[in-house]
């Protein structure tokens, strides 16, 4: 089993959809959640990032852990043709290791 | 945040030779990493490079295939040496800035023909 599972989709969606996008994960260290955004042909970019539980939001976007159920979530509000790409989840513990464990990346279609 | 600045953005090489990626950062960072990507995959760690000391290989990379160098804290170089086919893959650098984010280069698309 690997230590983060996500769907590798791809999903697609109609333009304006709530997008809900999910990483599972077996490691109960793991206190550092990020999402990330890659566009064909760059490189992963910094979506949210949250410590611990809880919501975090950020425009059309919202990052929700649940450490209880070791599951994460981004959801995207008003989803728009440019928010087609392949998002990751990654998360570490925030120990001394400062290795990030990455999700396989949910390639993401917003049909306009 | 950072800017990371990462060339070449694409290159074809033939069998047996090697490449060298560069990666540099427009602040002083103290880790980098470099990852390699292949297509509709995760990104997996190659290896961590400190400034001033020998990088830190992952399992299943060692340094005589992937020589990494960190000569000052902006700066790092990945050497893919006698590539084979299997080598063709994206190549990544990136820091990280305290111990929650992490910000990538463009990468590097490489074929091995």
């Known amino acids: 089993q690997k230590e983060v599972e996500q769907d590798p989709g791809p999903l697609s969606v109609p333009e304006g959809a709530i997008v809900s996008l999910n990483c599972t994960y077996s490691?109960?260290?793991?206190?550092?959640f990020m999402w990330y955004r890659q566009y064909s042909r760059k490189g992963p970019e910094l979506l949210m990032y949250?410590?611990s539980s809880g919501n975090k939001e950020d425009g059309r976007f919202t990052a929700q852990v649940d450490k209880s159920s070791k599951y994460i979530s981004l959801f995207i509000r008003d989803s728009q043709p440019s928010d087609s790409a392949t998002y990751l989840c990654a998360m570490s513990a925030g120990d001394s290791n400062y290795q990030l464990i990455w999700g396989a990346g949910t390639k993401l279609i917003i049909k306009p | 945040s950072a800017v990371i600045s990462q060339k070449p953005s694409r290159d074809i090489c033939q069998r047996g030779t090697s490449l060298t990626i560069q990666c540099q950062v427009d602040s002083q960072v103290t880790m980098m990493f470099w990852y390699r990507q292949q297509p509709g995959q995760s990104l997996t760690l190659i290896a961590t490079?400190?400034?001033?000391?020998?990088?830190?290989?992952e399992s299943g990379f060692v340094i005589d295939k992937f020589p990494i160098s960190r000569p000052n804290l902006t700066f790092s170089t990945l050497t893919v040496s006698n590539m084979s086919p299997e080598d063709s893959s994206i190549y990544l650098c990136?820091?990280?800035?305290?111990?929650?984010?992490?910000?990538f280069g463009q990468g590097t698309r490489l074929t091995v023909v």
């Open positions: 490079a400190n400034q001033g000391s020998e990088a830190t290989y």
């Open positions: 949250t410590y």
């Open positions: 490691n109960s260290a793991f206190q550092y």
């Open positions: 990136s820091v990280r800035q305290g111990n929650t984010e992490a910000f």
